[in-house]
T-cell receptor
Framework: DAKTTQPTSMDCAEGRAANLPCNHSTISGNEYVYWYRQIHSQGPQYIIHGLKNNETNEMASLIITEDRKSSTLILPHATLRDTAVYYCIPHTGRRALTFGSGTRLQVQP | GAVVSQHPSWVICKSGTSVKIECRSLDFQATTMFWYRQFPKQSLMLMATSNEGSKATYEQGVEKDKFLINHASLTLSTLTVTSAHPEDSSFYIC?????????????FGPGTRLTVL
């Protein structure tokens, strides 16, 4: 799997947009960019994934650069319940996911 | 999205005893399931891949005789920690891939916290 680089931690004010960056410069052509989050003492939760086009769902938006070497997860209106560790994971197929250190997002009231 | 459950959500046991953890895919079939563990302040580490109808494959450093995996049906995989010791205390999480559209997305169980006294 491609190596990823994410900020160790970020803060965001409640109600504001949270923009979480991820560098994945060694991503393979057939790997999707997956984003998961893990709230304390829970299993990881799937958020969104994309190949090369920007994607949006009810949870978040995913912006992938044209060269696919980086992406940004956007939580449009962060709430306290969005406080979690966010993982960016290039992946394809039915293999296990490889988790890095992720970004610890703290949403402040 | 697809739902994966785990049981129990937490368990406390005495050193030397065995503990069984169940992982179920509730609304889809999973020929493959994955077992991870997570120690405090660390990320998830893959322990083994559970394959329905065949033997599990274990990651390097994970003792297959200690962590017994059985994948008896398309919706159930079990992990048994045999002769548990305090160093086995951890958060155990399972996942299963579910085909959604053009790609497989993995869904995770809520985790099982094991404490060995």
């Amino acid at each position: 799997d491609a190596k990823t680089t994410q900020p160790t931690s970020m803060d965001c004010a409640e109600g504001r947009a949270a923009n979480l960056p991820c560098n994945h410069s060694t991503i393979s052509g057939n790997e999707y960019v997956y984003w998961y989050r893990q709230i304390h003492s829970q299993g990881p939760q799937y958020i969104i994934h994309g190949l090369k086009n920007n994607e949006t769902n009810e949870m978040a938006s995913l912006i992938i650069t044209e060269d696919r070497k980086s992406s940004t997860l956007i939580l449009p209106h962060a709430t306290l319940r969005d406080t979690a560790v966010y993982y960016c994971i290039p992946h394809t197929g039915r293999r296990a996911l490889t988790f890095g250190s992720g970004t610890r997002l703290q949403v402040q009231p | 999205g697809a739902v994966v459950s785990q049981h129990p959500s937490w368990v406390i046991c005495k050193s030397g005893t065995s503990v069984k953890i169940e992982c179920r895919s509730l609304d889809f079939q999973a020929t493959t399931m994955f077992w991870y563990r997570q120690f405090p302040k660390q990320s998830l580490m893959l322990m083994a891949t559970s394959n329905e109808g065949s033997k599990a494959t274990y990651e390097q450093g994970v003792e297959k005789d200690k962590f017994l995996i059985n994948h008896a049906s398309l919706t159930l995989s079990t992990l048994t920690v045999t002769s548990a010791h305090p160093e086995d205390s951890s958060f155990y999480i399972c996942s299963a891939p579910s085909t959604a559209g053009e790609t497989d997305t993995q869904y995770f169980g809520p985790g099982t916290r094991l404490t060995v006294l």
